[in-house]
């Protein structure tokens, strides 16, 4: 009899059907992994203490970078543990791609998950994981290489998994940027390329302070308040050069995947960043090149469509959640135009002025 060469196996994928139990494994075996292998952060932010596991050194170096500690002994609202495990440690496996041969929709992919109470996200590109259990608190990154997650997080690591945690606890992380006057600020809105990180900078260069530039905590109530998260700002090259940002605070600074930079706050105003902002209003920002900038009501419908669809979108599960709570805060807050000059000390004084002035109700 001849024997016959027989092929391997075709690795093992996932689809929708396989998805739930996939997730569940990944989780199970990520919260017995040993310790002993691992390296734990643990993180005070604002409303959530947060652990993360890792052997990458250059993951946690981001970590502690990134975040930003809570400065008040306030209410902590939830805890988060996170695994951040990848195919070259010893005993994880390679993150599972989709079957391409199956349909994949965010939307069913959400729906799957949420009918037995779980959350996650795939990146196809380079295949990687994560999932999210709110019940527990616990969750993993399964990734192909230690800094192998999603391009668009070096300036906002793990998230998903912060924004799934708040949730969990009725707050929101919010796709927004934030400028201040003491305590009373404004949520800067609108879709990628308006200005909103641009204003960010020329504010807190000449004098305001801000919660963040592009994912910020809310905390619905009244009043609305804002809180900081990570520590980054990102900014083109046309917008560095506008805002007369000195070369010092881009030493080793790299243009990021969307072709920005990426530095911290406290190279360009060393206490800009505050713990908190009473938010009053949303400013819509426009590249309008006017010789002075100009501040002009604005119907709270805008307000909601520069806010909303991105805040959802852009953070997958949870989103009929996160539409009504976003839409109630569109409702709450007045809305205005901010049509931008080009001098961005003007801008930061434009903006300070509405910012102190007291009848926003107005709008």
């Not at 779980?118 to 990146?123: A, E, K, V």
């Not at 504010?203 to 619905?220: A, F, K």
């Not at 007369?244 to 360009?268: C, I, R, Y």
């Amino acid at each position: 009899m001849i024997a016959t060469a027989t092929s391997a196996p075709p690795p093992a994928t996932v689809s929708l059907d396989s998805l739930v139990e996939y997730a569940q494994d990944r989780l199970k075996a990520a919260a017995s992994y040993p310790k002993e292998c691992l390296k734990r952060h643990d993180f005070a932010l604002a409303h959530l203490d947060l652990t993360v596991w890792s052997s990458s050194d250059a993951l946690s170096d981001l970590f502690q970078k990134s975040f930003v500690s809570r400065q008040e002994k306030g209410s902590v609202a939830g805890r988060a543990i996170v695994f951040a495990l990848d195919a070259e440690m010893e005993g994880w496996d390679r993150p599972r791609e989709w079957n391409i041969k199956t349909k994949f929709t965010s939307r069913a992919f959400d729906r799957n998950l949420a009918e037995v109470n779980l959350r996650g996200f795939y990146f196809h590109e380079v295949p990687s994981w994560q999932l999210f259990d709110p019940v527990s608190g616990v969750g993993v990154a399964s990734l192909l290489a230690p800094l192998g997650i999603p391009p668009w997080e070096s300036s906002s690591p793990l998230r998903l998994f912060l924004h799934w945690a708040y949730s969990a606890a009725d707050l929101r992380l919010t796709h927004a940027a934030t400028l201040g006057v003491g305590r009373r600020g404004a949520l800067i809105v609108g879709a990628s390329g308006s200005g909103k990180s641009g204003t960010t900078l020329a504010g807190l260069m000449n004098g305001l302070n801000s919660v963040g530039d592009d994912y910020v905590l809310i905390e619905p109530g009244a009043p609305i308040v804002a809180y900081p998260v990570f520590c980054t700002l990102k900014q083109d090259v046309g917008g560095v050069r506008r805002a007369g940002l000195p070369e010092t605070v881009l030493d080793g600074a790299q243009l990021n995947w969307h072709g920005k930079f990426e530095f911290d706050v406290s190279k360009v105003a060393p206490h800009g960043l505050v713990d908190h902002l009473e938010i009053g209003a949303i400013l819509i920002p426009e590249i309008a090149r006017l010789p002075r900038t100009r501040i002009e009501p604005a119907a709270r419908r805008e307000g909601a469509l520069s806010l909303v669809p991105s805040g959802v979108l852009q953070l997958p599960g949870d989103g009929t959640k996160g539409f009504r709570l976003l839409s109630e805060i569109a409702r709450q807050l007045p809305a205005f135009k901010l049509r931008l000059s080009e001098d961005p000390v003007e801008i930061a004084e434009a903006i300070a002025s509405f910012l102190s002035h007291e009848a926003w109700d107005a709008g």
